[in-house]
């Protein structure tokens, strides 16, 4: 008797429905990311809640080494603090797989010639911001994030 292995995507929708979950979007059901200004970033993260902002690009190793990370932080954190996310020097087609490969649920917004990190400075990606919820950028972290500076961040924002 021969036995039939499941593999691909077929294997990975028996787990997902196993687990009660929902597929990751496909990259076509992603929108295409909105550009963004240093300005409209400030707006954004003077709305009263602490945000964690992060620049990232699809063809950057050690972004894609961090999107689980900060994934999982917006699930476990997203009532108390606002993820961002900011692609730079990409493609929209490659940004928006990026977001459904990884299934970020967060807004993630188009910085094609990287105005936010050259504002708020740090060179190269990822780049991580933390901002207290009146705006004011309190810490930057240059390269990967690992779970316990990200998670020190977010201490640092909620006052813990």
């Known amino acids: 008797m021969r036995r039939r292995l499941v ?22 059901s992603v929108a295409p990311l909105p550009p ?11 709305n009263g809640t602490p945000s964690v902002v992060n620049v990232w690009a699809s063809w950057c190793g050690p972004c894609r080494s961090e999107a689980p990370l900060l994934a999982a932080a917006s699930g476990r954190f997203g009532g108390q603090v606002q993820f961002i996310g900011i692609d730079v020097q990409d493609q929209q087609e490659a940004a928006q797989s990026f977001i459904a490969e990884f299934g970020l649920t967060y807004p993630n917004y188009f910085d094609p010639a990287r105005s936010i990190p ?8 990822p780049i991580t911001y933390f ?10 972290h240059i390269g990967i994030i ?11 924002l909620l006052g813990r």
């Open 36 to 46: 963004i200004t240093p300005t409209e970033l400030s707006t954004l993260v003077s």
């Open 146 to 156: 690992d779970e316990q500076t990200l998670a020190l961040g977010i201490d640092e």
């Open 131 to 140: 901002f207290s919820g009146d705006g004011v950028l309190k810490k930057t």
């Open 118 to 125: 050259n504002t708020l400075g740090g060179i190269g990606v």
């Open 7 to 28: 593999t691909g995507a077929a294997a990975i929708a028996l787990v997902v429905a196993a687990c009660g979950g929902s597929p990751a979007p496909s990259p076509g």
